[in-house]
């Protein structure tokens, strides 16, 4: 609406200055000489401007002068009597003025344009610092991030909105120093006094955890931050930071520490060894088992700097590929090796351990038990050493020999004679027999 108002505007200033140039000419046509009609063209000169267009006023300018001139030699004669170097002056002066004119109208024309310009670019740079402001806002609801500022010596603060907010008090409020420190937990004030004026007097800035009691009595977590200002003398005169809500972080922090000390304690409850692992294979925990089986209970080391000396010297090397495989391939670990016990005896365990895995799929901690698996394989090898003798003692009677199981189904048989390569070929096709 206001670019056609002013394209109106314009059309308007062009037909007056058209109508004004004829105008002025017939009427310099028309009357002797002498008169001064030439003035009038610098009017129409100035009235050419109103259209913001250079061009039409370096025509308009140009115009007049040759009208100027052209109207002397269409005018009727002077009056009798009547100079006509007074005359020539008039007509050289109008022409004059209708130059210079136009050139202080292209001057006014280009400063407006300056100014237009300027204006457009104020105009942009306050909505972007608009935008960017809202932006902050935004963000600091959503973080709970504000900003504060003491200056100094007058020890008066001045707080931003989500400051007031976390304080639960109306924006706007501005408390002195000691007002401000009155706000935190009975426990926290000498702390916050302390750090708060080392850092005006020292220059020594600030980061620190702690908990305030806002205006309608709630606790709530804050982190503030603090660093000192200075002048061009070098004198702190300004105090100034961030002041950030962090209760539930600090919720969220305690939540998992009652997660993982519950799981610890059910861990160190159960009879074998429970141990957890970062993602890039770093053991980070192992139960309590694994320090009285080991013997190692006080000083208790990070399990990190001393699972590997218990293994079997033998066991180290495969044990380590194995759990660098899977801490590679995200596949579930298992291995058997050899872990010193207390009285210095090596004895064979299990270890296993899978992952876990975020929303991602990325993994964000392995979970293994190792399991003392030692009494079990002694019984697999006096089980295989034994079935290894009966077998020599039936291969080596040279009667016939058979075995039946309790449903009477051939599990043995050996004819009479048969040599012992014969009968495992006998003993092999044997059960598809009977079975």
């Given at each position: 609406m206001s670019s056609w108002s002013s394209s109106i505007s314009a059309k308007l200033a062009q037909f007056?200055?058209?109508?004004g140039l004829g105008v002025?000419?017939?009427?310099?046509?028309?009357?002797?000489l002498g008169f001064a009609h030439g003035t009038l063209y610098p009017l129409l000169v100035v009235l050419a401007g109103l259209s913001?267009?250079?061009?039409?006023?370096?025509?308009?300018?140009?115009?007049?002068?040759?009208?100027?001139?052209?109207?002397?030699?269409?005018?009727?004669?002077?009056?009798?009597g009547f100079p006509i170097s007074y005359v020539i002056a008039n007509r050289g002066l109008s022409g004059l003025a209708s130059a210079i004119t136009g050139g202080l109208v292209l001057v006014v024309l280009h400063h407006l344009d300056q100014v237009k310009a300027t204006q457009l670019a104020l105009n942009q740079t306050y909505d972007t610092l608009r935008s960017q402001q809202r932006l902050l806002e935004i963000a600091s609801e959503i973080g709970h991030l504000g900003g504060w500022l003491v200056r100094l010596p007058e020890a008066t603060c001045t707080w931003s909105d989500e400051v007031c907010r976390i304080h639960e008090v109306e924006p706007g409020f501005s408390p002195t120093v000691e007002q401000g420190i009155s706000f935190y937990a009975p426990?926290?004030?000498?702390?916050?006094?302390?750090?708060?004026?080392?850092c005006a007097q020292d220059g020594i800035p600030f980061d620190e955890e702690l908990q305030i009691i806002t205006a309608k009595g709630r606790r709530v977590w804050v982190r503030a931050i603090g660093q000192p200002n200075y002048n061009s003398q070098?004198?702190?005169?300004?105090?100034?930071?961030?002041f950030q809500d962090i209760t539930a972080r600090k919720q969220a922090e305690a939540f998992l520490e009652r997660s993982e000390q519950r799981f610890r304690q059910l861990a160190d409850a159960m009879p074998l060894i429970v141990w957890t692992?970062?993602?890039n294979g770093t053991v980070d925990y192992a139960s309590y088992a694994l320090r009285t089986y080991t013997g190692i209970l006080a000083p208790a080391p990070h399990p990190s700097q001393y699972w590997q000396t218990l293994l079997h010297p033998d066991?180290?090397?495969p044990c380590l590929a194995v759990w660098m495989e899977s801490v590679q391939t995200g596949n579930p670990y298992q291995f058997e090796f050899r872990l010193r016990r207390h009285d210095g005896a090596y004895?064979?365990?299990?270890?296993?351990?899978?992952?876990i895995r975020n929303d991602d799929g990325q993994i964000i901690k392995w979970y293994g038990t190792s399991i003392e698996i030692h009494d079990q394989k002694q019984l697999e090898q006096e089980a295989r050493q034994l079935a290894d003798r009966l077998h020599t003692t039936l291969e080596s009677i040279t009667d016939a020999f058979f075995i039946l199981d309790r449903q009477w189904r051939f599990t043995f048989l050996k004819p009479p004679g048969r040599t012992p390569a014969a009968t495992a070929t006998i003993r092999t096709v044997g059960p598809k027999c009977v079975g």
């Open positions: 007056l200055v058209l109508l002025v000419f017939i009427t310099d046509t028309a009357i002797p913001r267009r250079r061009r039409w006023v370096i025509g308009v300018s140009v115009t007049a002068i040759l009208l100027t001139i052209l109207g002397f030699w269409l005018s009727p004669p002077a009056p009798n426990e926290y004030r000498d702390r916050i006094t302390a750090i708060v004026t080392a070098g004198e702190i005169v300004i105090v100034q930071g961030a692992a970062e993602p066991d180290v090397a004895r064979w365990h299990l270890v296993q351990a899978v992952p």
